[in-house]
């Protein structure tokens, strides 16, 4: 079992930045890829930005060049640097860890992102 625990949402000014984090406890050893979605109110969840165990990063189009994701593995611990926010920006953002032993994904209660123009 793994539990995602997310944190540094809140409510920032358009062009403001945030800094996202999600902490990993219980079996970490068996995770393989992490990542971060976005669901907007009454959206779906989509992808953000994923990395993989040995560092490989994946963006949406939308924020590449303003978010950066990045994760610590002694920390278990992943991180998402968001700048140059815009109020498309804004929803909850989830952290998701996908397994290996056993194969399994899970995510995390998400961490409310507001931005405001």
């Known amino acids: 079992q793994v539990q995602l625990v997310e944190s540094g949402g809140g409510l920032v000014q358009a062009g403001g930045s945030l800094r996202l984090s999600c902490a990993a406890s219980?079996?970490?050893?068996?995770?393989?890829?992490m990542g971060w979605y976005r669901q907007a109110p009454g959206e779906q969840r989509d992808l953000v930005a994923s990395i993989t165990r040995g560092g490989n990063t994946n963006y949406a189009d939308s924020v590449k060049g303003r978010f950066t994701i990045s994760r610590d593995n002694v920390k278990n611990t992943m991180y998402l640097q968001m700048n140059s926010l815009k109020p498309e920006d804004a929803g909850v953002y989830f952290c998701?860890?996908?397994?290996?032993?056993?194969?399994?994904?899970?995510w995390g209660q998400g961490t409310q992102v507001t931005v405001s123009s």
């Open positions: 998701r860890a996908a397994s290996i032993y056993p194969p399994y994904v899970y």
């Open positions: 219980g079996s970490t050893f068996s995770i393989r890829d």
